[in-house]
Nanobody, 122 residues
């Protein structure tokens, strides 16, 4: 079973920074290629895409976080990080990490972590 766990959430003042981390384990994850991504969900709103990093190191970001957030991975199968700088109150949400296997058979997985809370005060 693929297991995903986020960490690093907390409460900060506007303009502050937080660094989230997503660790993934499991035989399928170790064997298969996987795309990693971050989503967030604020109360009363739908879950929205934040950022993603591909196996080739390519990154994508939601427009509202471009220039402020940076997604990175220090090596294959290593934890994925989300460095969040210049945080705004509107960034307040539960942040979720997603690991999606690419391929077929055992590589067909789409696993979510339980989330880590980020709260930004004005």
């Amino acid at each position: 079973q693929v297991q995903v766990m986020e960490s690093g959430g907390g409460s900060v003042q506007a303009g502050g920074s937080l660094r989230l981390s997503c660790a993934v384990s499991g035989y399928a994850y170790a064997f298969c290629s996987a795309a990693m991504s971050w989503y967030r969900q604020a109360p009363g709103k739908e879950r929205e895409f934040v950022s993603a990093i591909g196996t080739d190191g390519s990154t994508t970001y939601q427009d509202s976080v471009k220039g402020r957030f940076t997604v990175s991975q220090d090596g294959a199968k290593k934890p994925v990080n989300l460095q969040m700088d210049s945080l705004k109150p509107e960034d307040t949400a539960m942040y979720y990490c997603n690991s999606r296997g690419v391929g077929a058979g055992w590589c067909l997985f789409d696993q979510w972590g339980q989330g880590t809370q980020v709260t930004v005060s004005s």
